[in-house]
């Protein structure tokens, strides 16, 4: 899955490791996320929509 | 093993410490216990099967820990990490009993598939990590 995560982040100018302190998850785990090696749940996935504001489509879409 | 940042993992690491511990104490009982005769008969099999006792009580921990961690993306790592060590242990120990069957290797005593578990669990949990930098 693509992600917008390190745009949305930047524009807020937080550290990974302040969206893991939000998210109460390890900045790995960020990290993991961002890059996009890693899928979050889908709990995970509403929580940070919520914490951006957003919808979870308007964060992640589907790899082409 | 790991940063302990959050309170599961720090709970984690506390409880395998005192299983650890136990560990130690019950297999040095039971290797002065019964190997220098000081305890025989039925207290010797008691003595003998205690040290299992803390083994089994990793493995709950182990699954409370997994229950309790919220980080999914370290439980992953995780687990990863654990089924590593089982299919490294279980190759190990296969390789090396058939070798023993054939002359080829000195006789591993099944005490040492316990910790050797764990040794592969520590060595495949920095590398699963690394698949994910």
Known sequence: ?64 | MWCTSNPAQRLYVARMMWAALFCIVFSSAAVLGIRHGHVTGFASYVLAVLPAVPVAWTLVITGAYLSAEKDEFQRNLYIQAILCGVAATLAVVTAWGYMEDFGRAPRLGLTWVYPMFWIFVAVAKPLVGRRYR
């Open chain 1, 1 to 64: 899955m693509k992600n917008r995560l390190r745009v949305l982040r930047a524009e807020r100018e937080w550290s990974q490791g302040d969206l893991a302190k939000r998210l109460e998850v390890s900045r790995q785990s960020v990290n993991a996320i961002e890059t996009g090696k890693f899928d979050p749940s889908l709990p995970l996935a509403f929580k940070l929509a919520r914490l951006f504001g957003m919808r979870i489509e308007e964060i992640f879409s589907e790899e082409e």
